[in-house]
């Protein structure tokens, strides 16, 4: 599937300027505050936009190299927006050999993103995940926090449709 790279604008609320202004007010001036700002930046939009690593930069007077550093270390940041709804569809052993490749190919179809991708209307991300401890009932994804399991194809795809027809 060729695929198209779309960069996001950021977009900020007056709100969210102004939980993350007292966040970099609470922890300006201690140690090791960096990381806490990046888990709360994280929090507050959803992920972390360059703007808002340059702020935290500024605000604690370090460089922008290390916040970047520390972020792509950490598996629990993330450089784009995500979707509205998360699916992470389980590749572990289990899920993989009951199908779940299948699963994911056809959410990659449906959605027209390849894992890790957000749809540009924002609403979906997928994701493919190695094992989330539900192997009794391979194939198993995960939309945001709920859980399907014992899935097939067919099952999945009305998983999707579920959650499209939302909102």
Same mark, same amino acid.
């Given at each position: 599937?060729?695929?198209?790279?779309?960069?996001?604008?950021? @977009?900020?609320?007056?709100?969210?300027?102004?939980?993350?202004?007292?966040?970099?007010?609470?922890?300006?001036?201690?140690?090791?505050?960096?990381?806490?700002?990046l888990q709360e930046a994280q929090r507050?939009?959803?992920?972390?936009?360059?703007?808002?690593?340059?702020?935290?930069?500024?605000?604690?007077? @370090?460089?922008?190299?290390?916040?970047?550093?520390?972020?792509?270390?950490?598996?629990?940041?993330?450089?784009?927006?995500?979707?509205?709804?998360?699916?992470?569809?389980?590749?572990?052993?289990?899920?993989?050999?009951?199908?779940?490749?299948? @699963?994911?190919?056809?959410?990659?179809?449906?959605?027209?993103?390849?894992?890790?991708?957000?749809?540009?209307?924002?609403?979906?991300?997928?994701?493919?995940?190695?094992? @989330?401890?539900?192997?009794?009932?391979?194939p198993v994804l995960t939309v945001n926090?709920?859980?399907?399991?014992?899935?097939?194809?067919?099952?999945?795809?009305?998983?999707?449709?579920?959650?499209?027809?939302?909102?």
């Amino acid at each position: 599937m060729s695929q198209l790279k779309v960069a996001f604008d950021f @977009i900020e609320t007056v709100d969210q300027q102004g939980e993350f202004a007292e966040c970099l007010d609470r922890l300006k001036g201690k140690p090791g505050s960096d990381m806490p700002a990046l888990q709360e930046a994280q929090r507050i939009y959803g992920y972390l936009p360059i703007e808002v690593l340059e702020r935290i930069a500024r605000a604690f007077m @370090i460089p922008l190299e290390r916040l970047y550093s520390t972020a792509t270390f950490y598996s629990q940041f993330s450089f784009v927006p995500k979707g509205k709804y998360t699916i992470s569809v389980c590749m572990g052993t289990a899920c993989y050999v009951k199908g779940a490749g299948d @699963i994911l190919d056809s959410y990659s179809e449906s959605l027209k993103i390849a894992p890790g991708e957000t749809t540009t209307d924002r609403k979906f991300t997928l994701e493919s995940c190695r094992c @989330i401890g539900a192997c009794g009932l391979a194939p198993v994804l995960t939309v945001n926090e709920e859980v399907f399991g014992r899935l097939t194809k067919k099952r999945g795809d009305k998983v999707l449709v579920t959650y499209q027809k939302a909102d």
